[in-house]
């Protein structure tokens, strides 16, 4: 049975109980002694079963993916529990009570020790083998999925934490309230940052795995874009803020900057910037055709996951070699006829830097949309 239609079959027998007791009330109004006998004895032992159910699942081997069932029954049983303090009000009901309030604590218990292993196992995840194209990893997205699920139960991990107050290495934020509410729910932020914080701590050693310093950059970039994109698009948002939002995201275009340098710094410098002799000039297109050739062809198969990032990606590609190459294309194009290289055109090169990060695997070759003089 799944865990929605256990809690709504536990809240329609709260409605049975209450109206069972409604209705010993009026049969029995002259005896409160005979009314709380008759009810304890007719309702007890089923309520101490249904409400120990949250407590069974609490004591069972814990999952990450557990957690969000926990969470559910926390929410549920602390929604019941009002009509439970009132239904089971009598001292012969005691029982009833106090069982509630031992299923909340050991959810909550269980419900703070299962998102520590969740920590942990990013942490330990110790796989070295690198993502091809220096895409979004599987770990990223598994772990951002669960935190922003996680995000949807912040009122109920702001209860629990009363209970289980949540540490964390970052400091906490200031909050706006002063009320331990406030200071809880800026716990509960806290300890999100901190586990986006391990996760990206753990693909910086992943990013190290890379042989490619260029490759190992966009990976960085992906990933961290990605994270920003999640994000900002669920409650995480509200939780972190905007403000760490467009910190990650600056950080997320260094990491782009970075692949510039360490993929088309080589290109870029092929092109002279003064003037240069024309046995200069042969030897210089000759070296920036082949240093374009030997870029694009490395990095066929690299992506950029985000759409936005992408073009921005080309365009600061573009910007590194186009105006310098065009400028020299216009001074010594005329004057190549004699010499051995392929020719390209500064569209030809623009053309080229627009079909990276595609992951296609492809690219144009040296033949086409160009010409040998």
Not at 91 to 96: G, I
Not at 137 to 163: C, E, F, G, W
């Amino acid at each position: 049975m799944c865990i929605n239609k256990i809690l709504l079959s536990h809240i329609q027998y709260i409605f049975y109980l209450y109206n069972s007791y409604v209705l010993l009330y009026h049969v029995f109004v002259g005896s409160v002694v005979v009314r709380e006998v008759v009810f304890a004895d007719s309702a007890g032992d089923a309520a101490l079963q249904f409400l120990g159910f949250p407590e069974s699942v609490a004591k069972s081997k814990r999952s990450p993916e557990k957690l969000f069932r926990l969470l559910d029954l926390y929410d549920a049983v602390t929604e019941l529990r009002p009509e439970i303090e009132l239904i089971f009000s009598f001292d012969s009901t005691a029982a009833v009570r106090a069982q509630a309030l031992a299923s909340l604590s050991k959810l909550a218990e269980t419900a703070s020790a299962t998102l520590t292993d969740f920590e942990s196992a990013i942490t330990k995840e110790s796989s070295r083998s690198t993502f091809p194209g220096g895409g979004v990893h599987p770990m990223t997205r598994y772990a951002m999925n669960y935190i922003s699920l996680l995000a949807d139960y912040q009122s109920a991990l702001v209860k629990i934490s009363a209970d289980f107050p949540i540490h964390t290495p970052t400091p906490i934020p200031a909050s706006s309230s002063s009320s331990s509410e406030g200071s809880r729910r800026s716990a509960i932020a806290a300890r999100f940052a901190w586990l986006i914080l391990s996760l990206l701590c753990k693909l910086d050693e992943k990013a190290a795995a890379y042989r490619d310093v260029g490759l190992s950059y966009l990976f960085l970039a992906n990933n961290l874009q990605y994270i920003v994109n999640k994000v900002r698009s669920c409650r995480l948002r509200e939780l972190l803020g905007e403000e760490w939002a467009t910190r990650h995201a600056a950080k997320a275009r260094q990491h782009a900057a970075g692949y510039d340098r360490a993929a088309w710094g080589r290109v870029a410098a092929t092109i002279p910037t003064g003037n240069v002799s024309a046995g200069e000039a042969r030897g210089r297109m000759r070296a920036f055709n082949a240093a374009l050739e030997e870029a694009c062809a490395a990095e066929s198969g690299w992506v950029v996951a985000d759409a936005a990032m992408r073009e921005e990606m080309r365009a600061n590609v573009r910007r590194m070699i186009l105006p310098a190459y065009r400028g020299f294309y216009t001074r010594w194009g005329a004057a190549m006829e004699d010499a051995a290289a392929v020719l390209l055109s500064p569209d030809d090169v623009g053309n080229r830097v627009g079909e990276l990060f595609s992951g296609s695997g492809s690219h144009r070759t040296k033949a086409s949309s160009s010409r040998t003089v």
